[in-house]
């Protein structure tokens, strides 16, 4: 585990609802390849701060790695409604483009 890591969950002890904590600590898990610790961080993030998409890619993303399509999908779908919210265009046309690859997959599967 990083020191960055550590002082993320030290601030947190401190501030359990910080959401800048939550998305920095999912992100250092993303960076170690600890999916499932991120989406439990991520999932608390997006619980308490109103995310413009980013967040929302990052939990798709993670799923897609632990091999959870549909779980991916389902947020690539949250994140559109966000990015739409947030006049975000490229954001929505990225994410819907997600979302058609992955339904392929699923489709191949």
């Not at 994140?79 to 339904?103: R, T, V």
Request: glycine residues 8%; contains cysteine.
């Amino acid at each position: 585990m990083s020191d960055r890591i550590d002082m993320l969950k030290k601030a947190l002890e401190k501030d359990p609802e910080n959401p800048l904590g939550l998305y920095g600590l999912a992100m250092e898990y993303i960076k170690e390849g600890n999916y499932k610790e991120a989406v439990i961080y991520l999932t608390k993030y997006l619980s308490k701060y109103d995310d413009q998409g980013a967040g929302y890619r990052a939990i798709a993303q993670c799923y897609i790695k632990l091999g959870d399509l549909e779980k991916a999908i389902e947020f690539y779908q949250r994140g559109i409604e966000q990015a739409k919210k947030y006049k975000h265009a490229s954001m929505e046309k990225e994410f819907s483009q997600e979302i058609e690859i992955l339904k392929g997959k699923l489709g191949k599967s």
